[in-house]
Nanobody, 125 residues
């Protein structure tokens, strides 16, 4: 089993910044990928960003490229999502997830094995 605990959500004005954190605990694994997804009101859950734990390779949705940065701290088993220049359309519940057998399809929610409980991000205009 893997437990993922997110933190860092909140309310921010448009143009502001937030940093989300997600810490993993439980079974140990060596080759995996961590991702962030979000689900806005009445919308499907969508890919935001992902990072390969060993190589550090990063992937972003076009809608957040240049504004969001995903990073990791191996020693703390923690992945971060730095969100800058936030827009009202970024309002959503943000989830972190782990893919224990990463392949080429890093943006598919069905590729990920475990999920956090989600943290709300609200951007006011």
């Amino acid at each position: 089993q893997v437990q993922l605990v997110e933190s860092g959500g909140g309310l921010v004005q448009a143009g502001g910044s937030l940093r989300l954190s997600c810490t993993a605990a439980g079974r140990t694994f060596t080759r995996f990928r961590m991702g962030w997804f979000r689900q806005g009101p009445g919308k499907e859950r969508e890919f935001v960003a992902a990072i390969s734990w060993t190589s550090g390779a990063t992937y972003y949705a076009d809608s957040v490229k240049g504004r969001f940065t995903i990073s990791r701290d191996n020693a703390k088993n923690t992945v971060y999502l730095q969100m800058d220049s936030l827009k009202p359309e970024d309002t959503a519940v943000y989830y972190c997830a782990v893919d224990l057998d990463p392949g080429p399809n890093y943006s598919s929610r069905w590729q990920y094995d475990y999920w956090g409980q989600g943290t709300q991000v609200t951007v006011s205009s």
